[in-house]
């Protein structure tokens, strides 16, 4: 899947969009690899984790609390 993308990407002019559909970290993987071959640093490449981390937890929490919302009107 990582080289079809490399080469699609090799192919065609950008802008570029991907994104996840099974959950598989290969979203994530290519994403880290991408910036790491642009020149993104460690330390950036950390920074952009654990950003990318808070804000998943933040989008989780806002879900739960919609579902429990719901789940109270009932």
Do not use: W
Not at 15 to 41: S, W
Request: overall charge neutral.
């Amino acid at each position: 899947v990582v080289a079809s993308a490399c080469k699609s990407m090799l192919q065609n002019e950008g802008p570029y969009y991907f994104h996840c559909t099974e959950g598989k970290d290969r979203t994530g993987f290519f994403a880290v690899m991408l910036e790491a071959l642009m020149g993104a640093t460690n330390e950036e490449l950390e920074e952009e984790k654990a950003r990318k981390s808070t804000q998943s937890m933040e989008i989780m929490q806002r879900f739960i609390r919609k579902e429990q919302s719901t789940k109270d009107r009932k």
